[in-house]
């Protein structure tokens, strides 16, 4: 690892490589029947709070969270883009965060302010600031035991996609983003987004069949996992469902107490 005074974009770049699960441990949980569950969240918050903020701190990035299986990177993009334009037309002093996933050219795509990939300079800043804080935490705390199914301690710093998402929060507080646009990873539930509590609002996308082995193989079960997402005291909305995708989510959101609005198409679109 390069020294401190001389981390570049590119040693952020290998760090974060480094941290992408081997295919055989992949298999190996495969196998296991291990899939993402509740202590996915807890470790997500654990590694929040080792580099300094708690759960209550995203509050003030105002998020909209977005879940689905067809559509929910579009959402994110359009939701983002409309807000923008409101900045604009209203020439409202706002600053707006987007963490979408997967990147196609440059990671960097995945955090966005205003628009724009954060630069390099950022990007590598904010990396090694989250790296060192779980480091030295790590140093101070000894290893953390989160999945006692793994029969090993849980690693000092998340895996690839968990980190950028950590990542996210860090660059997107630190910077003063005054909403920010969130899209899911893998399901809802127990995605690494999911960390927060008190969401702006939240949406769901179509719903289809999609990482079958984590989520399960009927739509209900997806739909399920998707409408984690909805937190009691915040808005949520979804588009025209399947009918038993739709019947899930009315349930998940009766049992958390949200009201769930459905929308339709839009005439201007038809």
Known sequence: MATQTSR?????????????????????RRKAGIRPDATSIAEMRLYLRRIGYSPSDLDRLNILHVAGTKGKGSTCA???????????AHLVPRKIGLFTSPHLI???ERIRIDG?????????????EV???????????GPM???????????PRPIYSRYLTLMSYHVFLQEGIDVAVYETGIGGE??????VERPLASGISTLGIDHVFALGGTVEKIAWHKAGIMKPGSAAFTIEQLPEAARVLQERAD???????????????Q
């Open 190 to 195: 127990y995605d690494a987004t999911n960390i």
């Open 116 to 128: 724009a990939p954060v630069s390099e300079e950022l990007f590598a800043r904010y990396f090694f």
């Open 145 to 155: 035991m989160i999945d006692e199914r793994l029969g090993v301690p849980t690693s």
């Open 78 to 88: 359009f939701t983002a883009s409309i807000l923008a334009h409101y900045q604009r």
């Open 106 to 108: 440059a990671v960097r």
């Open 8 to 28: 570049t974009y590119n040693d952020a770049i290998d760090a974060l490589n480094s941290l992408q699960t081997p295919y055989a441990i992949i298999e190996a």
């Open 131 to 141: 790296w060192d804080r779980l480091g030295d935490a790590e140093e101070r705390e």
């Open 255 to 269: 049992a958390k107490g949200v009201p769930l609005k459905v929308l339709g198409v839009d005439p201007r679109l």
